[in-house]
C-alpha cells in the first residue's frame, strides 16, 4: 500500500520533468531554426551577392546566374595556333554545397567539377592528336576560372602540354655550309 502511494506521488513529478526538460529542448531547437534562416551580412558566391537570403533562396539565385554566365562566357583554350571555345556542359556546379560552404564575409568560389570523359572527349575533337593526359593541371584551371564565373578567360595549353608533340613533316639536311654572312646574322641573333 505504501508503495502504491509513493508511486502515485513520483509519477506525476517525473512526467512533469521529461515534459520540463523536452519543452525547453525543443525551444532551443526551434529558435535555432528560426534565427539561421537568412545569411549573415555581405556573404557573396562567385561575386553574386547572397546577403539575407535563404538556402533555398540563394541555390535557386546561384542556378539563375550560372544559366547566363553559361550564355555569355568565353573561356577561351588556345592550342597549337588555334582558339577554341571551352563548353560550358563537361562543368558541373554544386549549388547546395556552395551556399553549404559559404565564408561569414567576403566573396567564397562555387564548387566545381569538370566531367573529365567530357573534356579529353571534347579536347580529342577539337584538337586532333591530342588528350586530357598530355594537359597535367588543365583540369584544375578550368575549375578556378568557373568557380568565379570569369566571362572571358584564355587558357594557353601550351603551359600544361607535358608530351611530344605531333610532327606531321619533319625534314633534315645533312650539311649546311655557314658563310660569313650567316654566321654574322647567327651571331647577331645571340
Do not use: C
Not at 567564397?108 to 567539377?113: E, Q, R, T
Amino acid at each position: 500500500m505504501k508503495n502504491r502511494r509513493l508511486i502515485q506521488l513520483l509519477a506525476p513529478m517525473f512526467i512533469m520533468t521529461v515534459l520540463y526538460v523536452g519543452v525547453s529542448q525543443l525551444g532551443v531547437f526551434l529558435y535555432e531554426k528560426i534565427t539561421s534562416v537568412s545569411f549573415i551580412q555581405n556573404a557573396e558566391a562567385a561575386s553574386v551577392d547572397l546577403s539575407g537570403k535563404t538556402k533555398k533562396q540563394a541555390v535557386k539565385l546561384l542556378e539563375t546566374k550560372v544559366e547566363s554566365w553559361k550564355g555569355e562566357q568565353e573561356i577561351t583554350l588556345s592550342f597549337d595556333g588555334r582558339d577554341v571555345l571551352l563548353d560550358s556542359d563537361a562543368i558541373a556546379f554544386h549549388f547546395k554545397e556552395s551556399v553549404g560552404a559559404l565564408k561569414d564575409q567576403g566573396n567564397s568560389p562555387l564548387i566545381v567539377s569538370v566531367d573529365e570523359a567530357g573534356l579529353n572527349g571534347f579536347i580529342e575533337e577539337r584538337f586532333p592528336g591530342y588528350h586530357l593526359d598530355q594537359f597535367p593541371g588543365l583540369q584544375k584551371m578550368i575549375e578556378d576560372a568557373t568557380s568565379m564565373l570569369k566571362v572571358d578567360e584564355t587558357i594557353n595549353l601550351d603551359e600544361y602540354f607535358e608530351g611530344e608533340e605531333n610532327v606531321f613533316y619533319a625534314g633534315e639536311l645533312d650539311k649546311i655550309e655557314v658563310t660569313p654572312g650567316l654566321s654574322s646574322f647567327i651571331d647577331a641573333i645571340l
